[in-house]
């Protein structure tokens, strides 16, 4: 120890504390303690005291006789044998136990440059509130690299920038005291990445982050077993960070296409978020260093791509430009120097270095290696391919973009998310809109999330407590990994209770990638309704694609119906335990008495003009029946649907209705009948409203429907049933007046028991646990 340090306190007995986390990396770990021990001995020879405090996590005998017999170790040094099986939990015991005033962090298969601990330390001196890095980090094994270490000051990367990417690395030396305000997290469990993690969190107490010049680590990239790659493949986030809380949104009000509004107030006002946006979302254009080594022509190239494709054709045009200048250094390094004389008068004078680092040159790079290599030889620049630098991008869109849409709902405190495509009109749409407003209602903090580029005419409907955020437009542009981040990430900083994936496949696949983590601090739940069909009569759609990945991932599933839950059971396994069906609600309105179900002349058909809903055999029942009159309601979606659609204005018995707002809105009392027709469905909402209205139904036994039509409450149909079959049935209904009337007041019952608020509200209630 120097003699002149002061010894205060337990923990102030040394300068610095430098800390190596030992796992499984047997006789590696001599060669990394011997080169701990040049950073020590560097340190020592310049006035400085250190310790070394060697954290064994469960470590292999192999390990542990190596590093307990290692030259370097002393006396006073100290090894702590733990069992955390983890990095961070076994780097904060090491913090507990040490006794410098800084401490320097180790990972115990690197190899570091003698001066990185010294340089560290006079920089944090010198700095009171800075972190320091080392200046370089060289790639080895796997991979023979350089990256050299980012500055926020120096303007490599912002705040923005660790939403998405972390631009800083492991090695690190700060006060003591920062390690214990900030410890590192534990990962697992989704969680990885404890060094980002921690860098974000030092930020956001006000902590910057620097490098130390002329200083390097040696990274081992491990062929194979690498931590970084495990978390990297297995969608590994970081814990939900401080630092985002404080990303100012670009812009300063909440913008009216995110946060629930009043359309109609606000349609006539110009969405402050149409210039803000771009300018969150669109690659900065700032001139890189790197960017300028390009040549004209390829700087002109790339500036006529689209904004998003501008950052990586820079960061390849640089990646490829660096490759072949270090393939020409190594093809000249080869060559045999002719014989020259000089003169004795001549000074020698050394051949520049390529221009690839400002700060530190190629040739420095090639000198640390070939220092470093008389540890370790297998990192001689004559034994390794040539050197490539991998230079970080700044890409911030996505973190502004996140500021922009996390912002306006920041501190909320949610009971539960909704994940939807869009809200639109449909039965689904209406269902995820009565389930929001239902809990609004009981004073619960709800959000509702949509997720495609489309627009959502519905979201008015939504009750006026109900927070309602647009991912979907926002993030058209994006890759979907992208959306799936920025969608984990709102959610993790959030933190509701519940959050409700109801159709939404962005959504889903978020649920899939993302589940371990999310699953810490909230329940997942999912909604599916039926299985989808093909025309050959194959499942297709979400059930077949997520279904069974839900299965081990979600709380519960919710349904309309409890006939898809038992064929569930069948085709997958699933238990029935884990589904709640929360039949949708219907407001019954009391009959009059003297009319208590239709009796015109005509039949209704009303719904989505779509392949789903059968346009086609409609239209063969209508020709079938010429003599009955239709009332056809709904528009036509794709093409298909608009030929088809146009086909039925030809018809004298039809009379095409077109879109419909709501169905009070038609000619129920006209009619004697409702028809269904429909390839697949859960519980349709319109069965409800026509049995609300006092219309009779038939339908076919498909999905959920047969949970409401039966030989009870209205006429049901095979699932194949031809157009005969359903002209048949109309004819029966059309002669038997009495009957309609009896089913129809038995459906009427049904809903009133059934289908009431009170019943959907405790459903929804017990589904949630609320």
């Known amino acids: 120890m120097n003699e002149t340090t002061k010894q205060t306190s337990p923990q102030n007995r040394y300068d610095v504390s430098c800390l190596v986390t030992f796992h499984n990396e047997g006789y590696l770990a001599h060669r990394t303690l011997t080169s701990v021990g040049m950073c020590r001995d560097y340190a020592e020879k310049r006035g400085l005291s250190v310790e070394l405090v060697l954290v064994l996590d469960n470590a292999d005998p192999v390990t542990e006789s190596v590093v307990a017999g290692h030259f370097a170790m002393r006396k006073d040094d100290q090894i702590l044998h733990v069992n955390n099986r983890s990095l961070p939990l076994s780097r904060n015991d090491g ?21 990185c601990v010294y340089g560290g330390i006079l920089r944090c001196r010198a700095e009171p509130g800075v972190i320091t890095h080392v200046n370089v980090h060289i790639g080895f094994e796997s991979e023979y690299y350089i990256y050299k270490v980012n500055e926020i000051r120096q303007g490599d990367y912002t705040k923005y920038d660790l939403v998405k990417q972390h631009p800083m690395i492991a090695q690190v030396i700060a006060l003591r005291q920062v390690f214990v305000q900030i410890p590192y997290q534990p990962t697992g469990n989704g969680f990885g990445y404890e060094d980002w993690h921690w860098n974000a ?13 002329h200083t390097f680590v040696f990274y081992r990239r491990k062929k194979q077993g690498s931590m970084l790659a495990q978390q990297s493949s297995s969608k590994f986030l970081i814990r939900p960070s401080r630092l985002f809380d404080q990303l100012e949104s670009p812009v300063h009000e909440p913008p009216p296409s995110t946060l629930r509004d009043n359309p109609s107030e606000s349609a006539s006002q110009k969405p402050p978020t149409s210039v803000d946006r771009a300018e969150a979302t669109s690659p900065a254009r700032r001139k890189s260093r790197l960017y300028a080594f390009l040549k004209p022509p390829a700087k002109k190239l790339i500036s006529k ?3 998003d494709l501008q950052p ?5 045009a640089w990646s490829f430009l660096t490759l072949a200048r270090s393939v020409g250094e190594h093809v000249r390094s080869k060559r045999p120097t002719p014989a020259v004389p000089t003169s004795p008068a001549a000074p020698q004078t050394e ?10 040159s190629m040739a420095e790079c090639v000198a640390a290696l070939k220092k470093i290599s008389q540890l370790d030889s297998s990192l001689h620049p004559d034994v390794n391919p040539p050197l490539y630098e991998y230079r970080f991008v700044s890409d911030d869109r996505l973190g502004r973009l996140f500021a922009l849409l996390y912002n306006p709902v920041k501190g909320q405190r949610y009971d539960t998310v909704y994940l939807v495509p869009w809200l639109v009109a449909g039965g689904a749409d209406l269902m995820t809109i009565n389930f929001a407003n239902t809990l609004a209602g009981q004073g619960k903090k709800i959000l509702v999330i949509s997720t495609l580029p489309c627009s959502s005419p519905w979201r008015n409907r939504l009750a006026e407590n109900v927070d309602f955020v647009d991912i979907g437009n926002a993030a058209d542009g994006f890759s979907n990994e992208d959306k799936k981040l920025l969608l984990a990430r709102i959610l993790l900083q959030l933190q509701p209770k519940a959050v409700h994936c109801m159709l939404s496949q962005l959504g889903y696949e978020t649920f899939i990638d993302y589940a371990a983590a999310l699953k810490q601090y909230m329940k997942l739940y999912a909604t599916f309704y039926c299985d989808e069909k093909r025309k050959d009569g194959s499942d297709v759609g979400y059930t077949t694609l997520f279904f069974t990945a839900m299965l081990p991932i979600v709380s519960g599933i919710s349904t309309d119906n409890a006939v898809m839950p038992r064929v569930w059971h069948r085709k997958y396994g699933a238990p029935l335990t884990i589904f709640r069906t929360v039949y949708g609600h219907m407001d019954l309105t009391p009959s009059d008495g003297e009319n208590p179900f239709c009796s015109g002349k005509s039949v209704l058909w009303a719904g989505r003009f779509c392949q789903q809903k059968r346009p086609e055999l409609l239209l063969e029942i209508v020709k079938k029946m010429p003599e009955t009159h239709f009332f056809v309601y709904g528009e036509p979606y794709a093409e298909e649907d608009r030929h088809l659609y146009s086909s039925f204005k030809s018809l004298p018995n039809v009379t095409l209705g077109g879109k419909y707002s709501g169905f009070v809105s038609l000619p129920v009392k006209e009619c004697f009948c409702f ?11 319109v069965l409800l409203e026509a049995a609300a209205a006092g219309l009779p139904t038939i339908a076919p036994d498909i999905g959920g429907i047969g949970d409401f039509i039966n030989d009870q ?25 009495e009957l309609r009337r009896t089913k129809v007041l038995a459906a009427q019952n049904l809903l009133h ?3 009431n608020e009170t019943a959907f509200k405790n459903s929804i209630l017990k589904f949630y646990g609320f």
């Open 713 to 737: 409450t209205g006429w049901l149909v095979g699932q194949d049933a031809s157009a005969d079959d359903y002209a048949r049935a109309m004819e029966e209904m059309r002669s038997a007046p």
């Open 351 to 360: 051949k520049s270095a390529p221009e690839n680092f400002p700060s530190v």
């Open 753 to 755: 028991v059934r289908h």
């Open 305 to 307: 791509l689209p904004d």
């Open 312 to 316: 990586p054709a820079k960061a390849f």
């Open 201 to 213: 969190e030092t930020i956001a107490a006000g902590y910057e982050h620097v490098t130390v010049p």
């Open 675 to 685: 028809l269904y027709t429909s390839a697949y469905d859960g519980l349709p909402n």
């Open 95 to 115: 913090i507990k136990a040490a006794r410098g005033k800084y401490i320097s962090v180790h990972d115990g298969d690197d190899y570091y440059s003698e001066n």
